[in-house]
């Protein structure tokens, strides 16, 4: 089984930046695919940011041009870094992995989350 642990959130201004963090406990090399959702009080669980192990990257709408999806190999880490914060950008923030085991485009092993809270 695969573990993948966030942190990195917390509270900050609008306009303000953070990074968060995911580290695996297997080498990315055995991950088809990392991603981040986001999930606020009452909305919809949203796809923001995700990775394939060949580099192709996939942004949502609402984050394009703020937010970047990045990765350390050696470090077993996925990263987004978050600029431009909004009020609207705060959520729960949730690493996701694709796997062998997984169909094509399924996240089915989630880390336990950081909160992000944006004050404007």
């Known amino acids: 089984q695969v573990q993948l642990v966030e942190s990195g959130g917390g509270l900050v201004q609008a306009g303000g930046s953070l990074r968060l963090s995911c580290t695996a406990s297997?080498?990315?090399?055995?991950?088809?695919?990392m991603g981040w959702y986001r999930q606020a009080p009452g909305k919809e669980r949203e796809l923001v940011a995700a990775?394939?192990?060949?580099?192709?990257?996939y942004y949502a709408d609402s984050v394009k041009g703020r937010f970047t999806i990045s990765r350390d190999n050696a470090k077993n880490t996925l990263y987004l870094q978050m600029n431009s914060l909004k009020p609207e950008d705060t959520a729960m923030y949730y690493c996701?992995?694709?796997?062998?085991?997984?169909?094509?485009?399924?996240?089915?092993?989630w880390g336990q989350g950081t909160q992000v809270t944006v004050s404007s």
């Open positions: 990775m394939s192990n060949g580099g192709s990257t």
């Open positions: 297997v080498s990315i090399f055995s991950i088809n695919a």
């Open positions: 996701a992995a694709s796997l062998d085991s997984d169909r094509v485009g399924e996240f089915g092993t």
